[in-house]
């Protein structure tokens, strides 16, 4: 399965210096499959329009546009393409959201926010506090778990909102959302979920978690530079975005600003189509299913070799959780006791194995764990196209640091 999901990577055939690349920055950005590409390119050949003209180029991306809302709700276990809005990125969306709320939210009103999470999910959050609005964050232990006693302390009929991570980007930690869900709804908070993260590696069911938002990002998942947001059924329409007179006032089109990149979007719901597409059944919620759990077992599987391997590497420190725990991200980071990451990924980088540096945004949680005055720690992540002999090259090149 490995070699025939690699052989539709043309950038896996790409060879700098004669030697292939090893790509393990997919936690900042996958590869893209042949699929995705043909899509994308294919709209400005054949469907090239705006919206909701009367002829056959735009009739076509109308199809497109809500053709793609209903796979992305499929891929997120969501009622159906109306919960579903696009955006530039994640962060973008985000800010919308934190724009909305802060015309509604009183002063004195809570928001809680987490240690552990990328800025994206902290920042449009952490502006509120200029209009009176109190932004708490949740502890991160040293073990790279949240502090859920915390949340429990921290949760109070003032708290309007919880903003937290599925997965986190930097120590691939797992936080329990169907715990934090439940002292959401006890405290009547809403519940927003960054799953950028998540969504490369796991299924996920919007409806059996219950949450009000859930963003993600199509980069991550093999598809092309595009912000997702879900919204539970009639809340989007309740929400005082940022938008024209002109917009169409209802979800899920309301958070949604100017003309969509149509071309893109053809390109998320061929990235949807790809992964679908190493499963097997007659739906695509079904080969998403059965795709998913090959995902996560190739992953995990070769997520604990690379983790097994750098954990007895002498100089070699791990951050975050171990593989013990039922799920974790397969995304690895770690501290070089004599070079800086820089360096670390320099010198891998000669070898054409690209590796990531620094905080990835998480720059709160790299401050709490100590790790950020130190320039940061080395991530390497595993995607679908990730092979066992990455994995042992990887280990070898480290080995010869
Ligand atoms: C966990 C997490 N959340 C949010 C973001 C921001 O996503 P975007 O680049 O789509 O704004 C990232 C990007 O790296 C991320 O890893």
């Not at 620094?358 to 595993?382: C, D, P, S």
Request: glycine share 8%; charged share 20%.
């Amino acid at each position: 399965m490995n070699e025939s999901i690699r052989s539709q990577f043309p950038s896996l055939r790409r060879k700098i210096g004669g030697r292939p690349c090893i790509y393990l920055d997919g936690p900042a950005g996958t590869q893209v499959p042949d699929k995705v590409i043909r899509s994308i390119s294919n709209y400005y050949r054949r469907s090239n329009a705006n919206t909701h003209g009367m002829f056959t180029s735009s009739i076509e991306t109308d199809r497109l546009m809500e053709d793609t809302r209903s796979i992305v709700a499929d891929f997120l276990g969501a009622e159906g393409g109306h919960t579903i809005s696009f955006g530039q990125n994640m962060t973008t969306l985000n800010y919308s959201l934190s724009h909305a709320f802060g015309k509604i939210f009183q002063p004195g009103d809570e928001i809680l926010i987490t240690q552990l999470d990328h800025e994206a999910n902290r920042g449009p959050w952490l502006s509120l506090r200029e209009k009176g609005i109190r932004v708490r964050e949740i502890r991160l232990l040293e073990n790279g778990q949240l502090d859920y006693e915390d949340i429990a302390q921290k949760m109070n009929e003032r708290t309007r909102l919880l903003c937290i991570g599925w997965a986190s980007n930097i120590l691939g930690t797992i936080n329990d959302l169907y715990l934090a869900r439940s002292l959401a709804y006890e405290s009547g908070a809403l519940l927003l979920v960054d799953a950028v993260h998540y969504a490369p590696h796991f299924p996920i069911n919007v409806m059996q978690l219950g949450c009000d938002f859930l963003l993600c990002s199509a980069y991550k998942f093999y598809g092309p530079h595009v912000g997702i947001l879900y919204s539970s059924p009639g809340l989007l329409d309740r929400l005082p975005t940022d938008r024209l007179r002109t917009t169409d006032q209802v979800a899920p089109f309301s958070i949604e600003t100017g003309t969509l990149n149509h071309a893109a979007i053809a390109g998320v719901k061929s990235a949807i189509e790809f992964m679908a597409s190493c499963g097997q059944g007659t739906t695509i919620k079904g080969q998403l299913k059965s795709s998913f759990e090959y995902i996560e077992s190739h992953e995990r599987s070769l997520a604990g070799q690379l983790y097994d391997g750098i954990s007895a590497h002498q100089k070699c420190r791990i951050l975050g959780p171990s593989f013990d725990v039922q799920q974790r991200a397969p995304t690895v980071s770690f501290l070089h006791e004599d070079l800086r990451a820089t360096e670390v990924c320099q010198r891998l980088a000669l070898q054409n194995i690209y590796a990531w540096d620094g905080h990835f945004y998480a720059v709160r949680a790299a401050e709490i764990l100590g790790v950020q005055e130190k320039g940061g720690v080395t991530r390497m992540g595993i995607s679908m196209y990730t092979s066992t002999d990455d994995v042992v090259q990887t280990l070898n090149a480290l080995e010869d640091l």
